[in-house]
């Protein structure tokens, strides 16, 4: 069975970083897409980014772009998502969920972690 | 971006009856690439469905999906208890952005 793991979150001042991970494991990670989509308290599902299986193509929701960087390291089935510039709305528990590709595109998420709060407050 | 929205935003229903989801899409989804999640109090997302109608593995065939284009629906026949969840669409026809729908709660009386 598939197995995901999150950790790295907690409670951050805004405009610093965070640096979130996901430890993957009872799979070929290197042959799938990864991706990070979060749940702000009470509301409903936003995706996050995406990565393909070789770490070489990467997308963003336009919320994150330029301040969140998706990155794997597949010698040790991790993937970690590097958090800039935070903001009060960044809070939310973040989930890493398995594609069903090793591209970015035309993925459904398969597999999901139990997710890792973020807190984002001064 | 498609934006997707789903109705009812509540739904409440006795155990043995059927549940009816609904979820339409601002245009049209490409090859039927939907698909549905239930997400239990507490707990992360589980997949239902994908490609509008397929059942994930391990998923009871109480639940079916159906639909293309716009306009797609969740099927659980015979509620049971356990199926306290909010369930979610989410298209990946047009990705990235992978967009999800707002939810739709459903209680169990």
């Known amino acids: 069975e598939v197995q995901l793991l999150e950790s790295g979150g907690g409670l951050v001042q805004p405009g610093k970083s965070l640096r979130l991970s996901c430890a993957a494991s009872e799979f070929t990670f290197s042959s799938y897409a990864m991706h990070w989509v979060r749940q702000a308290p009470g509301k409903g599902l936003e995706w996050v980014s995406t990565?393909?299986?070789?770490?070489?193509?990467?997308d963003y929701a336009d919320s994150v772009k330029g301040r969140f960087t998706i990155s794997r390291d597949n010698s040790k089935d991790t993937l970690f998502l590097q958090m800039h510039s935070l903001r009060a709305e960044d809070t939310a528990v973040y989930y890493c969920a398995k594609g069903v590709g090793v591209m970015t595109l035309y993925n459904w998420f398969d597999s999901w972690g139990q997710g890792t709060l973020v807190t984002v407050s001064s | 971006e498609i934006v997707l929205t789903q109705s009812p935003g509540t739904l409440s229903l006795s155990p043995g009856q059927r549940a009816t989801l609904s979820c339409r899409a601002s245009?049209?989804?490409?090859?039927?690439?939907l698909a549905w999640y239930q997400q239990k109090p507490g707990q992360a997302p589980r997949l239902l469905i994908y490609?509008?109608?397929s059942r994930a593995t391990g998923i009871p065939d109480r639940f079916s999906g159906s639909g293309s284009g716009t306009d797609f629906t969740l099927t659980i026949s015979r509620l049971e208890p356990e199926d306290l969840a909010v369930y979610y669409c989410?298209?990946?026809?047009?990705?990235?952005?992978?967009?999800f729908g707002q939810g739709t709660k459903l209680e169990i009386k």
């Open positions: 989410q298209q990946y026809g047009s990705s990235p952005p992978y967009t």
């Open positions: 990565v393909s299986g070789s770490g070489s193509y990467t």
């Open positions: 245009q049209s989804v490409s090859n039927s690439y």
């Open positions: 490609g509008a109608s």
